[in-house]
């Protein structure tokens, strides 16, 4: 198995981009979504937590993944020794009636497939995503960790109504009025598979896998609309939607780890065993939902070694990367909280793996 690193698009620097290889990755993760560019309460610190106004606004509806701008930064992340394994989340801008299954919706598959074969040419083998309807929603941030490192968490659900206009906790309409009418569970499964049954062909033929990312924080319900991937065995009916072998997961220990019935370890197993984990975000957590919060990578409710003893039996072959991390208390918070789970990991692989 590999490590890798996860960057949000303006992270990615020369300078992080040296930090990532000096912590002992192979390969990184870049979020080409900026959930930070117009949200006031989302300084441009360590992640957002999701509050009732999302991460603010979406993208450019017209303006698409381009392949001079990948390959720009492709040559960019490989001058510094490292491989570009995934593009983590589509923009709500170029995809938001395809979740709503709103009048663009033809138009938006029609930009998807063109955002995944350009992805293809440009040499990249995966894209995570994120087929959800209120997104990251609900999330708290506290002095969570050991010696009061500060980390995200869960404490309740909310249930504020998502208003019009907005999807995946990114707004792509702010003229837009009113609430989101409520979908019902099953119809939201019926508009994932025939998302899937459009768009795997054409990723089968680009040599890209798209991986799914469970819903965070995985809740039956949460802004009043219900969510699909929030059981340890939801993975099993999302696979068995559409048997394409680019049909994987982006396996999110973390919001895994969160779920409710616990069964973290065996759905590592299953999934790992046919195949079907693209790449993991390594997280640590204590407690369930609705009552969680993000710890250290060593101090969680899961035993991070196990998960790679593990994946290793089944040899898995993808990558790893930390997701986010506590905050420590230094000069550079972010920096220190990602190298402590970055030699964790290396460690942990290591010792288990034996690379
Ligand atoms: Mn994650």
Known sequence: MKLGFGLYRHNVTPDNLAFAR?????????HLVDYFRQAADNPRGDQPTGG???????????????????????AMIEDHGLSWYAIENFDPA?????????????????KLKTMIRTVGAAGIRVIGYNFSLAGVAGRISGPFARGGAVGSGMSGVDETPIPRGMVWNMTYDPDAEGELELVDREVLWGRYERFLADVLPVAEEAGVVLAAHPDDPPV???????????????????????????????????????????????????????????????????????????????????????????LKANLYDGVLIPDHAPQMACDAPWHAGMAFAMGYMTAAIRAVDGI
């Open 22 to 30: 000096q912590c002992g990755a192979t390969h990184v993760v870049v």
């Open 52 to 74: 009732q106004g999302g991460w603010g606004r979406a993208g450019d509806p017209d303006r698409l993944w381009d392949l001079g701008e990948l390959r720009e930064m492709r």
């Open 94 to 110: 170029h995809w938001h009636d395809v979740l709503l299954d709103g009048p663009q919706r033809a138009a938006q598959i029609d």
């Open 220 to 310: 039956p319900v949460i802004r009043g609309q219900p969510r699909m991937l929030y059981e340890t065995t939801s993975f099993r009916r999302l696979v068995g939607l559409n048997p394409s072998p680019s049909n994987q997961i982006d396996f999110c220990l973390g919001t895994v780890g969160e779920m409710a019935d616990g069964g973290v370890y065996e759905a590592v197993d299953e999934q790992s065993a046919q195949g079907r984990i693209a790449y993991m975000h390594f997280r640590n957590i204590r407690g369930k939902v609705p009552d969680y919060r993000e710890t250290f990578i060593d101090e969680g409710d899961t035993d991070m070694l196990r998960v790679i003893s593990i």
